[in-house]
């Protein structure tokens, strides 16, 4: 099982600009999540899905765009990057019946100037 | 929202010493976790708490669960080199996961 997977591993953007952070994971795990890290505030979580076809916001939903289309992938969408979305950030994800535990990828260092 | 405050925020020690450290938060959770994570690493998970009290221990490492459910302390023993990373609690609320700040911890050789 290669784990959790997500790509890029790093990414620089100018102000505006649109891309998508991929994630996937192959254990088979309904719950997946998106997460950033900044320092000194731990990990916030930006949106979750509980299964394929549904998504929750999380604690910093603004800026940000989901969607669960299959089981293994859920990307998230930035359509206007802004310099405050500079951030790691780490897709996670889980069985239904261990919700809380979550299990991280390698994480996204992205950097928008 | 639902805050954790974890401390400290660092820590530096010798290799060999026992290291402690502690989750507060003014709100109950039903489920503590700690995690680990090495630099330019995701985070790895060590122990789950699922019970208030609850003494939980993986190898070197104890965690509890308090009993006000407010609280949980993560204990390290006998450190060595690789223990090298940021720690972090996360407790349970509403279905979602809530981070504490970290605990960097260094181990000088």
């Known amino acids: 099982n290669a784990g959790v997977t997500q790509t890029p591993k790093f990414q620089v953007l100018k102000t505006g600009q649109s891309m998508t952070l991929q994630c996937a994971q192959d254990m088979n795990h309904e719950y997946m999540s998106w997460y950033r890290q900044d320092p000194g505030m731990g990990l916030r979580l930006i949106h979750y899905s509980v299964g394929a076809g549904i998504t929750d916001q999380g604690e910093v939903p603004n800026g940000y765009n989901v969607s669960r289309s299959t089981t293994e992938d859920f990307p998230l969408r930035l359509l206007s990057a802004a310099p405050s979305q500079t951030s790691v950030y780490f897709c996670a994800s889980s069985y239904e019946g261990g919700y809380y535990e979550q299990y991280f990828g390698p994480g996204t260092r992205l950097t928008v100037t | 929202g639902q805050q954790l405050n974890q401390s400290p925020q660092s820590m530096f020690i010798q290799e060999g010493e026992d290291v402690s450290m502690n989750c507060t938060s003014s709100?109950?959770?039903?489920?503590w976790l700690w995690y680990k994570q090495d630099p330019g690493e995701g985070p790895v998970l060590l122990i789950a708490?699922?019970?208030?009290?609850e003494l939980t221990s993986n190898g070197r490492l104890t965690a509890q669960f308090g009993i006000t459910r407010k609280d949980s302390f993560l204990n390290i023993s006998a450190s060595i080199p690789s223990d090298v990373g940021i720690y972090f609690c996360a407790g349970q609320w509403g279905g979602k996961l809530i981070f504490g700040q970290g605990t960097e911890l260094s181990v000088k050789p």
């Open positions: 709100s109950i959770f039903n489920t």
């Open positions: 708490l699922y019970k208030a009290g």
